[in-house]
């Protein structure tokens, strides 16, 4: 079907690009319901309409250039505040928390490839189980690293992105009424809900999102620093590619390390932990740099839904909700066991789920939403550590499952 909108018209789908990812932003911060649905979830619904509506094409080349430029320098954005030392000195059991929850994730990926094995083909099933695992320990920026390294088509990532921020959001709720449910703490100790201030928990996402002072040297700077580190990842990239040569006949372990070594987002990540790490104190000083790469993420998710068609995901999707739903479940239930184990306190395991399946504005939005403000700043800063963390996880996963 021809779109009403020109593949060519480059400025009118951009318009549309930004107005659709500005919306989503908007009912996001102005309406209960959509904060519990997530701008994420609405970004994609909002692309979906006017795509299968004929309003936008579903393929154009103004798309990929969020592929290509502005998911590479949200990665670094994104890590801006990604100090090592400083995320294991705040969090405190937070920190241990939300590693269990990404064993939950390892565990619920592995239990969903073995039941839906046969149900979905090869190789769209190690597909997914990659991209799942990384988004899932992370968010959506590691989901696109893992999508965009192993040239998932289309057909795959569109409808199984859809199903993963849908069970995220579905998540949401159920944890939330986990956190209030008598059954949950009857079982675990529950130090932030009883200091819970019902006044507190107004508009999550506004309250985290709200005007902060940023200047125009402040964009420079956040925007200067991306681009560096982007540039240098690509480099050790090269370097890192002839250094290894052709390693066809090595040891498994030292094919895996080629992996991981000459992937571009695993090390754009690790050469954004390194300057937040070293550098975190010129780097503290720089206003804005997470509104510019959430707001790059959310005209990722945008364009994600383009493609869309909704008769493929409703032929398709039914297996993929199963399959996320099925991490998910997992996620929670060895979290919760391992909480249990380690005599966690009921809104720290709440929380590393949330974190683990949302990422740090979820998990922002979840702590002042449910009453718990001195579990706000350690939310934010475990879910920064799941964007460290989840694309070498999805690359390792995805690499066992191909062999």
Not at 249 to 254: E, K
Not at 325 to 336: C, D, W, Y
Request: glycine share 8%; aromatic share 8%.
């Amino acid at each position: 079907m021809n779109a009403l909108v020109s593949p060519e018209d480059t400025w009118t789908l951009w318009a549309l690009i930004m107005s659709g990812a500005a919306l989503a932003i908007w009912l996001e911060q102005r309406f209960r319901w959509a904060a519990r649905l997530s701008g994420p979830v609405l970004a994609l619904l909002i692309a979906m309409v006017l795509s299968n509506a004929g309003v936008m094409p579903a393929q154009a080349r103004a798309y990929d250039f969020v592929e290509n430029y502005l998911v590479p320098l949200a990665i670094p954005l994104l890590l801006f505040r990604a100090n090592i030392v400083h995320i294991v000195r705040t969090t405190g059991r937070l920190f241990l928390a939300f590693h269990l929850s990404v064993v939950g994730t390892v565990v619920g990926t592995v239990v969903a490839v073995g039941l839906l094995k046969g149900r979905v083909p090869s190789p769209v099933l190690e597909q997914a189980a990659g991209m799942m695992a990384a988004s899932y320990t992370g968010g959506s920026v590691n989901f696109m690293a893992i999508k965009t390294s192993y040239s998932v088509p289309a057909s795959v990532a569109d409808p199984l992105i859809v199903a993963d921020n849908f069970v995220m959001a579905v998540l949401f709720v159920v944890l939330l009424a986990a956190a209030a449910s008598a059954l949950f703490r009857r079982w675990y100790p529950h130090p932030h809900c009883q200091q819970r201030n019902p006044a507190q928990a107004g508009s999550l996402a506004a309250a985290h999102w709200q005007r902060k002072e940023m200047g125009l040297l402040d964009m420079a700077k956040a925007l200067g620093v991306a681009f560096v580190v982007v540039a240098g990842a690509r480099l050790l990239q090269k370097l890192a590619v002839t250094a290894f040569g052709d390693v066809s006949s090595a040891t498994l372990p030292v094919q895996m390390l080629q992996v991981l070594c000459t992937n571009p987002f695993v090390l754009i990540t690790a050469v954004s932990l390194t300057v937040a790490t070293l550098l975190h104190r010129p780097l503290a000083g720089i206003s804005g740099p997470e509104e510019l790469g959430t707001l790059m993420l959310y005209l990722f998710l945008f364009c994600i839904g383009l493609p869309a068609s909704l008769k493929a995901v409703l032929m398709q999707a039914p297996l993929f909700f199963v399959f996320c739903g099925i991490i998910a479940l997992v996620n929670l239930l060895v979290t919760l066991g391992l909480g249990k184990l380690f005599r966690l306190n009921l809104e720290e395991i709440l929380l590393s789920v949330n974190a683990n399946l949302g990422g740090a504005p979820s998990a922002a939005a979840m702590a002042i939403s449910a009453g718990w403000p001195r579990l706000v700043l350690p939310g934010i800063l475990v879910g920064i550590w799941g964007y460290v963390i989840g694309t070498p996880i999805g690359v390792l996963v995805m690499q066992l499952m191909q062999r």
